[in-house]
């Protein structure tokens, strides 16, 4: 088969999540103590999540990893740095263990498309497209409205169709005047995501 363009999709990056207040009745006075307490433990937590990307930013992986293991085992039902550490692990080519750890994430947070968008990111990069396009069909379920998701599946089924095309070229030489228009036409779209840089998308808070 001939070449084909690789392919890039665009990434979910963390956003900070913030503490909700207790549900509970409470006095006027007690409603503005547990939402100023929960304001700065929203804010705590912020910190720790900026300290960790900003340590990997700095290049001090194994810093940020050392921070990142800390917080869950003191948080195991926070999944924000769960989802963080994953991202750590991909950029420094871990990619079996950042591929469990967003799996896991799906099984633990089922309410949450981001993994399943990062699964799809990983898997694309294997060129495991059906995998990928499966994953992608699970986050769009969760949130039909998931615009880094929707592209990323555009991405995908572009490279598809091109796969495709090629190897029904390969297979008939005749279908060559034919097909060749269609496979110039997706390859000149293949190139531009292959070298997009990841945008920057949000998971949010689990309910």
């Given at each position: 088969m001939a070449a084909v363009c690789a392919i890039g999709l665009s990434r979910s990056v963390p956003r900070f999540m913030t503490q909700r207040p207790s549900p509970l009745f409470l006095s006027p006075r007690h409603a503005l103590l547990a939402l100023g307490l929960?304001?700065?433990?929203?804010?705590?937590?912020?910190?720790?999540?900026?300290?960790?990307?900003?340590?990997?930013?700095?290049?001090?992986?194994?810093?940020?990893?050392?921070?990142?293991?800390?917080?869950?085992?003191?948080?195991?039902?926070?999944?924000?740095?769960?989802?963080?550490?994953?991202?750590?692990?991909?950029?420094?080519?871990?990619?079996?263990?950042?591929?469990?750890?967003?799996?896991?994430?799906?099984?633990?947070?089922?309410?949450?498309?981001?993994?399943?968008?990062?699964?799809?990111?990983?898997?694309?990069?294997?060129?495991?497209?059906?995998?990928?396009?499966?994953?992608?069909?699970?986050?769009?379920?969760?949130n039909p409205a998931y615009g880094t998701a929707l592209e990323n599946r555009g991405d995908v089924r572009v490279r598809q169709a091109l796969d495709s095309y090629l190897r029904a070229r390969q297979l008939d030489a005749a279908s060559a005047a034919r097909l060749t228009p269609r496979i110039e036409a997706l390859q000149r779209l293949a190139p531009a995501s292959a070298t997009a840089a990841p945008a920057a998308s949000a998971p949010p808070a689990a309910q």
């Amino acid at each position: 088969m001939a070449a084909v363009c690789a392919i890039g999709l665009s990434r979910s990056v963390p956003r900070f999540m913030t503490q909700r207040p207790s549900p509970l009745f409470l006095s006027p006075r007690h409603a503005l103590l547990a939402l100023g307490l929960a304001l700065a433990a929203g804010a705590a937590l912020a910190d720790e999540y900026t300290e960790v990307q900003r340590l990997q930013g700095a290049g001090q992986s194994a810093q940020a990893f050392e921070r990142a293991d800390r917080y869950i085992a003191a948080n195991p039902q926070d999944p924000q740095m769960r989802f963080i550490k994953a991202n750590l692990l991909s950029a420094l080519g871990r990619t079996d263990e950042a591929l469990a750890m967003l799996t896991t994430l799906t099984s633990d947070y089922p309410e949450l498309p981001e993994p399943w968008n990062n699964l799809a990111v990983l898997y694309a990069a294997r060129g495991q497209l059906d995998k990928a396009d499966d994953a992608l069909a699970a986050a769009l379920r969760i949130n039909p409205a998931y615009g880094t998701a929707l592209e990323n599946r555009g991405d995908v089924r572009v490279r598809q169709a091109l796969d495709s095309y090629l190897r029904a070229r390969q297979l008939d030489a005749a279908s060559a005047a034919r097909l060749t228009p269609r496979i110039e036409a997706l390859q000149r779209l293949a190139p531009a995501s292959a070298t997009a840089a990841p945008a920057a998308s949000a998971p949010p808070a689990a309910q």
